[in-house]
């Protein structure tokens, strides 16, 4: 299984809403990571997790939370967000060995703030 | 700190005609180096990586690229376009690793084909 997979491909939300997004991965990959992509832009990294500890925080809103219950599940919280954070919202793995630096992609899920 | 340049932001080519996609980076020691491509809505997949060794990679969909230390660049090409690889395609370098380990990606280069 070399599949990275994300819950819900789309969500709505209002400003006053919580929500959760999810990503999921079975490859025994050590190290999770959350992009943000706004449109015809690049993927902007979030945050990093790395043997299910928070290693990086790009100065991130605390309006976003993320956690990694364990190895395998990595979820972003969702409050009181603003309209400008509707975005696609990536989420990858890597497999966290010394010299294995490939990131493997799931494939988003679509955010729309109100 | 390192850094990827894709010089340009749009190309458009005819379908049966030849592709290369420039990409520039700057990082300090031996980088590691990726190709990827995004059709719309769609999440990123890889093409192909540059790690060590053949200077010379080949990647899914019949797309190459070839690392040139000299000139600090990883281009892209593939010898006959398809109406299908209409796409962005992004140039990406990953520093040496660890719980440090990080991403970079240029800005894009959106591909247009036309029939």
């Known amino acids: 299984d070399t599949e990275v997979t994300q819950t819900p491909k789309h969500l709505v939300m209002g400003m006053t809403n919580k929500k959760s997004l999810k990503c999921e991965q079975h490859?025994?990959?050590?190290?999770m990571y959350w992009y943000k992509q706004k449109a015809k832009k690049p993927p902007e990294l979030m945050f990093v997790y790395s043997y299910e500890k928070l290693s990086i925080n790009e100065s991130v809103p605390s309006r976003f939370s993320p956690e990694c219950p364990n190895s395998s599940l990595l979820n972003l919280h969702l409050h009181a967000l603003q309209p400008e954070d509707s975005a696609l919202y990536l989420c990858a793995s890597r497999s966290g060995l010394a010299g294995n630096n490939e990131q493997f992609f799931g494939p988003g899920t679509r955010l729309t703030v109100l | 700190a390192q850094s990827v340049t894709q010089p340009d932001i749009h190309i458009t080519v005819s379908e049966g005609a030849s592709l290369e996609l420039r990409c520039n980076y700057s990082?300090?020691?031996?980088?590691?180096l990726f190709w990827y491509v995004q059709s719309p809505g769609q999440g990123l997949q890889l093409l192909l990586k540059y790690f060590s060794g053949d200077t010379l990679v080949q990647g899914i969909k019949g797309f190459e690229a070839e690392f040139k230390r000299s000139q600090s660049s990883f281009n892209l090409r593939k010898p006959s376009v398809h109406w299908s690889d209409a796409a962005e395609y992004f140039c990406?370098?990953?520093?040496?690793?660890?719980?440090?380990?990080?991403?970079?990606f240029g800005k894009g280069t959106l591909l247009t084909v036309n029939p």
């Open positions: 490859m025994g990959h050590r190290a």
């Open positions: 990406a370098v990953a520093n040496s690793g660890g719980s440090n380990y990080k991403l970079t």
């Open positions: 990082y300090g020691a031996t980088p590691y």
